[in-house]
Nanobody, 123 residues
Framework: QVQLVESGGGLVQAGGSLRLSCAASGRTFSSYVMGWFRQAPGKEREFVAGIRSGGNTYYADSVKGRFTISRDNAKNTVYLLMNSLKPEDTAVYYC?????????????????WGQGTQVTVSS
């Protein structure tokens, strides 16, 4: 069983930055693929970024160049640094863990989910 706890969300003005954190339980964190997803009101949950156990990263086109995903295996934590935030980035952000090998963009592929953290970007 893996438990994921996100933190770091909040209210920020457009153009600002936030860093989300996701702390994971479990002794094999380093072997998980970790992903960040987001869900805005009335919309489907969408892939934002993912990172493989070896550190390879993948991003949705909408956040490429603005967001950075990273992981600290010693701390069992994955991060999402979000720069140049836009109002359309407003959503609940979730981290997720996958026992697979490659980064999946489909939410159904992930085995464990956090409770989510709200990010609101004002214009």
């Amino acid at each position: 069983q893996v438990q994921l706890v996100e933190s770091g969300g909040g209210l920020v003005q457009a153009g600002g930055s936030l860093r989300l954190s996701c702390a994971a339980s479990g002794r094999t964190f380093s072997s998980y693929v970790m992903g960040w997803f987001r869900q805005a009101p009335g919309k489907e949950r969408e892939f934002v970024a993912g990172i493989r156990s070896g550190g390879n990263t993948y991003y949705a086109d909408s956040v490429k160049g603005r967001f950075t995903i990273s992981r600290d295996n010693a701390k069992n934590t994955v991060y999402l640094l979000m720069n140049s935030l836009k109002p359309e980035d407003t959503a609940v952000y979730y981290c997720a863990a996958d026992f697979g090998f490659a980064v999946a963009t489909e939410a159904a592929k992930y085995d464990y989910w956090g409770q989510g953290t709200q990010v609101t970007v004002s214009s």
